[in-house]
């Protein structure tokens, strides 16, 4: 294998792909939900063949317009995914998941990009939507996490300070379990793809050292926003914040 990236052919993605058919034979036999298996399959293999054209184009493109356009709909995403668990409370806490997200999430892209990758220009999209891509999901799933067991404890008659502190214990479960396995279980996606790409394993430890910095700061920061934000919409605890 050489050290520059394998540009991957339809054959070579159908080899690939030869895995998942015993996986669909063993569910279809055991009559278990193959169909939506084969649904979410498909529909995995149409979302980044899509995804992959509109961020050709946007790359092409590079229009700082189109840029904080993708931003603005990750945040709005993000955000309304992330108070999903709460059904009958979803729109009256949505604003803060939003605020928690976009605030800290903006920073955040803000600090990557502008101080540590310098990326020139500002709004280089090949630098900012990957990042912001990883930034909103980790932040969208610490705030989902710190928000449905918030509204568990709640409905426990647990007080809200007492809530709070086990709602942003467990945002920050699997993003400290990442900590603990990276390196020793676990290669992430970003530096086993610069690996393969013929980067240096020592400045993809590098990198990934920014990232994993970069997850744990935004979920512990925007889960705990959340939680200080939201109190007004659940109808919180006596006692101060």
């Not at 055991?30 to 054209?53: E, F």
């Not at 928000?147 to 086990?166: Q, T, W």
């Amino acid at each position: 294998m050489s050290s520059s990236l394998v540009n991957i052919t339809l054959p070579q993605l159908v080899i690939a792909a030869l895995p998942v058919v015993p996986v669909v034979v063993l569910l279809v036999k055991w009559q278990l939900a193959w169909g939506r298996a084969i649904h979410a399959l498909l529909r995995m293999l149409a979302q980044l063949l899509l995804v992959g054209y509109v961020l050709t184009f946007i790359f092409d493109a590079s229009d700082w317009r189109l840029v904080i356009g993708v931003l603005g709909v990750m945040a709005f995403t993000a955000s309304w995914i992330s108070v999903s668990a709460a059904s009958e409370k979803r729109r009256a806490i949505y604003p803060a998941a939003f605020a928690s997200l976009l605030l800290t999430c903006g920073f955040m892209i803000a600090l990557i990009t502008q101080g540590v990758l310098e990326a020139t220009p500002w709004y280089d999209p090949k630098v900012i939507i990957p990042l912001s891509g990883m930034i909103f999901s980790n932040a969208m799933n610490g705030v989902s996490l710190a928000a449905e067991r918030l509204i568990s404890e709640l409905d426990n008659s647990e007080p809200f300070e007492v809530a709070r502190g086990k709602a942003l214990s467990a945002a920050l479960i699997p993003v400290v379990n990442g900590l603990f396995a990276v390196g020793l279980v676990s290669l992430p996606g970003m530096m086993t793809g610069q690996i393969l790409s013929g980067v240096s394993p020592l400045i993809a430890a590098r990198y990934q050292i920014v990232v994993m910095c970069m997850l744990f700061a935004t979920t512990g920061v925007s889960s705990a926003m959340f939680l200080v934000l939201v109190r007004r919409a659940l109808g919180g605890a006596t006692t101060s914040l």
